[in-house]
């Protein structure tokens, strides 16, 4: 267990919980089930419940899948706040290189490079330093 009380995220829960990260919406159990139709609704299902059960997740209302009604969830946890509980600031670029080694798709390869550019762009300008202008010397009044 990590020092914040969480243990690290099983391959089936990250799976499930990157969708619900996705969403800016509630998702019901059979939306998950549609975005990860590898995943059978028995494990789902257990997955859900632990989530919840360990204040990830949290039911946020009811809405109707078809004619059935069905619990919606929410995240309780934020993905940064998530992976920041993993994650020392100081090894940035080992952490960095680390996730690019296991990217192979040239798109996604493409829009990283396309980010990395813009932000050289912007580190690289840096603001003019004006000159020292010197103030007159007011006098004082004497009181």
Known sequence: MNPSGLELLSKKEMEIMMTIWASDQPVS???????????????????????????????????YSGNALTREFRPVLSKEAYFSRFFNPHDRTELVLYLLDRISDDEELSKIE????????????????RDKVEMPMTKTRKS
């Not at 396309?114 to 690289?124: A, E, G, I």
């Open 29 to 63: 159990f059979n939306s998950i089930l549609r975005d990860n139709p590898n995943i059978n609704r028995n494990t789902l299902q257990t997955v859900l419940r632990k989530l919840n059960d360990e204040g990830v997740i949290e039911v946020c209302g009811f809405g």
């Open 114 to 129: 396309h980010t990395l550019d813009q932000r050289k762009t912007r580190v690289s300008v840096k603001p003019k330093v």
